[in-house]
């Protein structure tokens, strides 16, 4: 069964792209699919109209066959919960630490403010060091800190899609052995991937499906002889 469905799907322009018009997409567990796009802002639409951030202008999105209703953003937050995003447009709240950031969806769907991060969270707050700033704001953090925070609440939020963008520039180098060893655990388990990244070796070694975007319009070409686990 496709995980996601994307029918006859249009999207407004963002940046300094065309949009996407009319396209079909789908995906389903074990597909890591890598995008191509003649103009970066296109490429980063098609995420953030997978992850629902982007309303479309026309056609349906179905995930597991249901309808997804735009007209409330509320109806989205099921699924925006078992979608982890981790992009240079992923923010965190401005006024809250980055241990409530990191409980944020926890406090909503659990309806408790008595929580704390988990063990596996401490973990990799520990590894990337940030462990000593989750009681400060995102502001009071270095970008690589940031961006380290964001990919942590990302991958420990579980998810059965995951989004991402150029992990080669996102994650600094010296944690993105850490990053590729935990991308590696998520495929074996079928985790389906949409991600964007211009590291020719990378996409080799993950993807096995090319997600092509010229001219506002998207084809998708299956890989063959590409091993996403080696």
């Known amino acids: 069964m496709k995980l996601i469905e994307l029918s006859d799907y249009t999207l407004s322009p963002i940046g300094q792209g065309n949009g996407l018009n009319r396209f079909y997409f789908d995906l389903s567990k074990g597909d890591v699919c890598s995008i191509q796009a003649d103009l970066p802002d296109d490429a980063h639409l098609l995420l953030k109209g997978i992850a629902m951030l982007e309303c479309p202008t026309d056609g349906a999105y179905r995930f597991m066959g249901k309808k997804i209703n735009f007209s409330d953003h509320r109806n989205l937050l099921p699924y925006k919960k078992k979608m982890g995003y981790i992009t240079t447009n992923a923010s965190m709240i401005s006024n809250m630490s980055i241990r409530e950031n990191l409980l944020l969806m926890r406090y909503y769907f659990e309806n408790s403010l008595s929580l704390d991060i988990k ?10 060091d940030i462990y000593d700033k989750l009681d400060v704001r995102p502001g009071d953090l270095r970008p690589t800190e ?10 420990t939020k579980s998810p059965d899609i995951l989004l991402f963008e150029r992990p080669e ?5 010296t944690k993105f052995d850490l990053f590729v060893k935990l991308l590696k655990e ?19 070694e993950f993807s096995n499906r090319q997600i092509l975007i010229s001219g506002g319009n998207l084809t998708a070409v299956k890989d063959s002889g590409t091993g996403v686990i080696k």
């Open 146 to 155: 940031l961006r380290s925070a964001i990919a942590i609440r990302e991958l």
């Open 169 to 173: 520039d996102f994650i600094t180098r």
């Open 186 to 204: 998520m495929l074996i388990a079928g985790l389906p991937v949409v991600f964007i990244s211009y590291d020719a070796n990378f996409i080799k």
């Open 119 to 128: 063990d596996n969270v401490k973990n990799l707050c520990v590894f990337f």
